[in-house]
């Protein structure tokens, strides 16, 4: 029998990769934004309007015929986003969809989470699963009470907290240092040896459709990242090569460069660039997630697609 699935934020930067990735595997997608005609079209997708998550949901019209669920829909981090718009937004729109799924044939409801609910921005060791969550901002922890909403309503889920994802026209931080990296003022790469983990945009999406078809995974929370990390100095230096700048200037100071992270528009990008975070993707490659995008080449991949 064909499955149908409901994607919410399907006009997103990771549901435009995702709804057609989903349809290629023979399901439907009923594919809900808030902009409709930004889904993407195809004879296996049902572009469907989005209700707006500011106000209570009424899932229910949304839910008809549906078997499985990706929940992407959200808001982004600003730090000038009241707390009561994340909790309303991400962890009360998401518990009343999870409560919607009570009684009805939903095979498996999986929830995008953050890596950020796990270690907020920056950690000194390996990030696993077993570490206790300690989310940062208004907007993680709105994350991880959405995720115990998820579980309070005990319907079958999965649970994904992706680090920072990367891919052809990204928005957001990532798009911001890409355009940072790419001037032509001198850039301190060599400064920054801290380790990240990113994620790719291919990899996120294999992820999500892998879990959809693994019973295993039903349940579980993973975090999902390339498995191997960067330092920020390469990543600066991949992200000029591939835009066809030189290499970043070996005696060029850091100061300059952090000031503009922390300036920048959304005022996180810093603690989210200049510190370490490596996270250890092992319990979701264990389960039989099999990413293909390697970070280097998926970072110059992007550029040349292009940022936004």
Known sequence: MTRRVLVTGASGFVGRALVPA???TG???????????????????????????AEPVDWAPLLDGVDEIVHL???????????????????????????????????RLLFVSSAGVQAGAAADHMVRESDPPQPATAHDRAKLAAEAEIRAARVPFTILRPTLVYGPHVKGNVALLMRISTQPWPLPAAAFSNRRSLLALDNLVEAI??????PATAGET???????????????????????????????????????????????????????????????LA??????VETRGGLRAAVRAGIG
């Open 22 to 24: 989903l349809a290629a």
């Open 222 to 284: 993973f975090l999902v990242a390339d498995p191997e990390p960067i330092t920020v100095a390469e990543m600066i230096t991949i992200l000029r090569e591939a835009d066809g700048r030189p290499a970043p200037a070996a005696g060029a100071s850091p100061a300059p460069f952090e000031i503009l992270l922390r300036t920048s528009e959304r005022n996180v990008l810093w603690d989210r660039i200049g510190q370490d975070l490596v996270v250890d993707p092992g319990k979701l």
């Open 287 to 292: 389960a039989g997630w099999r990413p293909t």
């Open 73 to 107: 829909a959200g808001i982004a981090y600003r730090s000038n986003i009241e707390d009561a718009v994340y909790d309303r937004v991400i962890r009360a729109a998401t518990g009343e969809l999870a409560r919607a799924c009570i009684g009805r044939p939903i095979q």
């Open 27 to 53: 399901r439907l997608v009923r594919a809900a934004a808030r902009t409709t005609s930004a889904v993407p079209s195809g004879d296996r997708i049902e572009a469907v309007r989005l209700p707006d998550l």
């Open 209 to 214: 459709v892998f879990c959809l078809g693994a």
